[in-house]
T-cell receptor
Framework: QKEVEQNSGPLSVPEGAIASLNCTYSDRVSQSFFWYRQYSGKSPELIMSIYSNGDKEDGRFTAQLNKASQYVSLLIRDSQPSDSATYLCAVNPGTSYDKVIFGPGTSLSVIP | GAVVSQHPSWVICKSGTSVKIECRSLDFQATTMFWYRQFPKQSLMLMATSNEGSKATYEQGVEKDKFLINHASLTLSTLTVTSAHPEDSSFYIC???????????????FGPGTRLTVL
């Protein structure tokens, strides 16, 4: 069974620190990877997608992908209290271009 | 770009009644729409996948006769919860992928969700 795993947290970091969120996946042929942010009571919103090994930066967010290790991470620099949310990792396993598998999410709390 | 709307945003109904939730892609054509359910403090649970003009594909354990899905156009999918009961109370979220957007076509964009409460 294809799986996406994340530490459930909660992960607490002080304001201004770097928050590191990790995700592992089981299907080696996965091609597409996504990070979503979900505030309590709201629906997920896309932060970024990554398709190639290496780093992809967008503002304070950096996604890192290592297909050999089947690992994808999200770094949030200069964490703000407004970053406090659940972060969902999603992986397209490659068997169907349109369907992704979501991880359980990691709860992040940024302490002022 | 990539705006998905849902209507209504919340609904309260009596047990035994049916409720219809609409999901629309506003600025792109959605080849595929997904319906999720999320209980408090739990993960997203995929209920079904719908492609325009085709029957929906339901995940294991989801009753297709209870959760009717129609994807009649490239911008609209509906979920009807039939004979709703209190245990159906949940947060229902749709997402869509499609064309007419910059970038890859496998990125899901979520609607704001519909909170259903069945009394």
């Amino acid at each position: 069974q294809k799986e996406v795993e994340q530490n459930s947290g909660p992960l607490s970091v002080p304001e201004g620190a770097i928050a590191s969120l990790n995700c592992t996946y089981s299907d080696r042929v996965s091609q597409s990877f996504f990070w979503y942010r979900q505030y309590s009571g709201k629906s997920p919103e896309l932060i970024m997608s990554i398709y190639s090994n290496g780093d992809k930066e967008d503002g304070r967010f950096t996604a890192q992908l290592n297909k050999a290790s089947q690992y994808v991470s999200l770094l949030i620099r200069d964490s703000q209290p407004s970053d406090s949310a659940t972060y969902l990792c999603a992986v397209n396993p490659g068997t169907s271009y349109d369907k992704v598998i979501f991880g359980p999410g990691t709860s992040l709390s940024v302490i002022p | 770009g990539a705006v998905v709307s849902q209507h209504p945003s919340w609904v309260i109904c009596k047990s035994g009644t049916s409720v219809k939730i609409e999901c629309r892609s506003l600025d792109f054509q959605a080849t595929t729409m997904f319906w999720y359910r999320q209980f408090p403090k739990q993960s997203l649970m995929l209920m079904a996948t719908s492609n325009e003009g085709s029957k929906a594909t339901y995940e294991q354990g989801v009753e297709k006769d209870k959760f009717l899905i129609n994807h009649a156009s490239l911008t609209l999918s509906t979920l009807t919860v039939t004979s709703a009961h209190p245990e159906d109370s949940s947060f229902y979220i749709c997402s869509a992928i499609g064309f007419g957007l910059a970038g890859a076509t496998d990125t899901q964009y979520f609607g704001p969700g519909t909170r259903l409460t069945v009394l």
